[in-house]
């Protein structure tokens, strides 16, 4: 079973860079058609696609977020990175990282809250 565990700061200032970290457990970030995603909720807001990225190392980006938003991954640790340029308020929420087995979501992190502040 897929467990995953997000870490990173609670608190960034706008024009910052956020970078959250997914550490993934009980199957490796290279297994064939695992994707690895983030996923956030703002207030007030729903559930928002963010990117991806894969078992082959290719990544995927929600179109509005694809000109701040990349995907890393350090397969030694078996983990995951989102960074998140030139935040603002608006990128205020709870950020999740997901696992997906071709096309089902197979396991989610508690999330971690972030909040864009001066």
């Known amino acids: 079973q897929v467990q995953l565990q997000e870490s990173g700061p609670g608190l960034v200032k706008p024009s910052q860079t956020l970078s959250l970290t997914c550490t993934v457990s009980?199957?490796?970030?290279?297994?064939?058609?695992?994707?690895w995603n983030w996923i956030r909720q703002s207030p007030g807001k729903g559930l928002e696609w963010m990117g991806a990225?894969?078992?082959?190392?290719?990544?995927y980006y929600s179109p509005p977020l694809k000109n701040r938003t990349s995907i890393s991954r350090d397969t030694s640790k078996n983990q995951f990175t989102l960074h998140l340029t030139s935040v603002t308020p608006e990128d205020t929420g709870v950020y999740y990282c997901?696992?997906?087995?071709?096309?089902?979501?197979?396991?989610w992190g508690q999330g971690t809250q972030v909040t864009v502040s001066s």
């Open positions: 009980g199957v490796s970030i290279t297994t064939n058609y695992y994707y």
């Open positions: 997901v696992g997906q087995q071709e096309i089902q979501f197979d396991g």
């Open positions: 990225i894969a078992y082959s190392d290719s990544a």
